[in-house]
């Protein structure tokens, strides 16, 4: 791991670079407008990250699971609201269309998005069906070579401004899980629309609304693979995306420890730097031993999804654990700020609503250790 940290280096230098000169400045006003920001978005165009995952021969840039990890953690460092946007855009949007599409499907959204930075969003989640994502009622029924979908999605990142989104449907009511495909539907379609914006606590900047489907008529070229595929589809791109909501906790931590490190050094009580207090010490110790396992988590599960192995639990846990690394570490540094710490004069207190959206999205910490004592057992019984 440490092999694999070290060969990123000199990539996280120029891109924390960049972060810290076209992002942070705009993350205040991100959070407060509830916006997400048209330059922010243009900067990360003109790098091309949008398409940092997609292959070369579909216009993206062909980057590693692992070099897309440091671009979530180091987005997120600077400002959740956009790590949020940016990760779900990679790994629900893009990484969809490019495992499971036809070449057809590739070359009609991935060129595109990678060009002009068009936002995809990932319809899974309904009213009905969130943890249980398997209960999808969403319905698409077949007309000829047509469907005409009926249904509704809950809070889905970017509802708003994408242009294409991969929903979930029922295109048959029998076979459970079974019944549940995946289709590609643009914003333009009939039928197809954004709901009112949610007023979230954290990662305000984050679009974040229904999406309705009031018999949206689509060609069936618009699915993505086969009929019956949907719920498996859903599962692997949960497995990836994952990581990416770890690297956005482990970034989001990272931004903490050093606000409250930076603090304790500055700030005097007693006639001495609070740094001085070994109850402070405590406190930044065991943020900083707490990130560093957590990013050992993260980019593990990077690596083994590069390598091509398995990784559903690995994904699992780096989520569960550098979620609530972020969790313990935001705490801390409000405490370690003192009154400063609870006020929007610092970033502290937005790092702390900002990172409750990792122990939530793409499966919360409950369902993560399901995950994990599902994959423990199913090893066990392997031994015997
Ligand atoms: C900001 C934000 C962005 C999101 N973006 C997207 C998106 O882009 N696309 C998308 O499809 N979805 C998205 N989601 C939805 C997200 O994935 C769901 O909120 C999440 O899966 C939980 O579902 P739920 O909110 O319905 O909670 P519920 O499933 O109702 O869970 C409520 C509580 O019950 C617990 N619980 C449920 N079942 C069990 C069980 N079997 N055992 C133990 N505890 C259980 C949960 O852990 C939780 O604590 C987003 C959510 C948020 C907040």
């Known amino acids: 791991m440490y092999d694999l940290l070290e060969k990123l280096t000199d990539f996280r230098t120029e891109v924390r670079a960049f972060c810290e000169e076209n992002i942070a400045p705009h993350a205040v006003e991100v959070d407060e407008k509830q916006i997400v920001s ?22 993206g840039l062909g980057y590693s699971n692992a070099e897309y990890v440091v671009l979530v953690e180091e987005i997120s460092r600077v400002c959740g609201s956009t790590g949020l946007t940016f990760a779900a855009h990679n790994s629900l949007g893009t990484y969809p269309i490019n ?12 060129p595109t998005t990678c060009k002009n930075g068009d936002l995809i969003a990932f319809g899974l989640t309904e009213p009905e069906a969130g943890s249980d994502a398997g209960g999808t009622k969403s319905k698409a029924v077949r007309d000829g070579d047509h469907y005409v ?54 990662c305000r900047g984050s679009n974040t609304a229904f999406l309705h489907m009031d018999d949206v008529r689509v060609h069936e070229s618009q699915r993505l693979g086969d009929e019956g595929l949907g719920f498996k589809q859903f599962m692997i791109t949960l497995d ?40 402070i010490q405590w406190k930044i110790a065991d943020m900083a031993t707490q990130i560093e396992a957590a990013r050992h988590l993260v980019y593990g599960a990077a690596y083994l999804k590069d390598t091509g192995k398995p990784m559903t639990k690995e994904s699992a846990m780096a989520k569960v654990f550098a979620s609530e690394v972020a969790n313990f570490c935001t705490y801390q540094a409000i405490q370690v700020l003192g009154g400063d710490g609870y006020s929007s004069k610092y970033p502290a207190e937005r790092y702390y609503r900002d990172m409750k959206l990792c122990e939530i999205g793409e499966g919360t910490s409950e369902v993560q250790r399901i995950v994990i004592a599902r994959e423990v057992f199913k090893s066990v019984s392997k031994i015997d």
């Open 240 to 279: 990836g995306g994952r990581i990416s909501i770890g690297a956005m906790g482990l970034g989001i931590a990272q931004a903490a420890l050093e606000l409250a490190s930076k603090h304790a050094i500055k700030r005097k009580q007693f006639g001495k730097p609070i740094s001085a207090y070994q109850a």
């Open 149 to 202: 979908i009926n249904g509704t999605k809950s809070w889905i990142t970017s509802a708003e401004p994408c242009t294409v989104a991969i929903v979930t449907a029922r295109t048959s009511d029998e076979g459970g899980v079974k019944g549940i495909s995946s289709i590609i539907l643009e914003k333009s379609m009939d039928g197809f629309t954004a709901g009112k914006k949610e007023n979230k606590l954290g």
């Open 38 to 59: 048209t330059d922010v978005n243009k900067a990360i165009n003109a790098k091309g990250w949008w398409g940092c995952t997609v292959p070369k021969e579909y216009g």
């Open 99 to 110: 495992t499971f599409g036809t070449d057809e499907q590739r070359l009609k959204y991935l």
